[in-house]
């Protein structure tokens, strides 16, 4: 991980925090590092998995040139943005592409919150933890953030329980803007 090139980090201030620029992290099992556009296919097969679109909605993700636009307009948008974002987790031994972690700041939130999907042939294997542990410390450790949130379907079993795992507790139901439904916050 390497700092950009900017003054020092307020700790506590997302905004501030966000000039460190993530790059990439590592943790016993998982490489984690940020999107190219050359990763558009890997972006159309996660994006249109059936559990994508129910637990976190369809993207209009349907062909190689939507998931370039959707990498553009959303990863890469936000790390010139923030400096971070949705990192591509791959497994160390081998490159293989398994899902996306990192932290996103979106508008209709006050905090940063985490994110993290992964393809299903990926599930119960600790993955998910281990790649959402090693993105939470690099919040609170390098960025300084003292409050990361999450959000999730209620519904979502797989999810809270990893949330729960690694520290987080519900903490009240919110609306995103133009949604349908309330999801829950965690924090």
Known sequence: MQRAKTSPIVPGNPH?????????????????????????????EQLNEPSWH?????????????????LRD???????????????????????PMGMCGLIKRDALEDTDIGFALLPAFWGQGYALEAATAVLRYGREVLGLRRIVAITSPDNVRSIALLERIGLRFERGVRLAGADEEISLYA
């Open 16 to 44: 501030e925090a966000a000039r460190i620029q993530m790059r990439a992290l590592e943790t016993a099992r998982l490489l984690l590092r940020r999107f190219t556009v050359d990763d558009a296919p890997f972006i159309l």
């Open 74 to 96: 959303g990863p890469l948008a936000m790390y010139e943005r923030t400096g971070a974002g949705l990192l591509l987790v791959t497994l160390k031994d081998g490159g293989v």
């Open 54 to 70: 129910r637990f976190i909605g369809d993207k209009g993700v349907h062909t190689l040139d939507d998931a370039r636009k959707y």
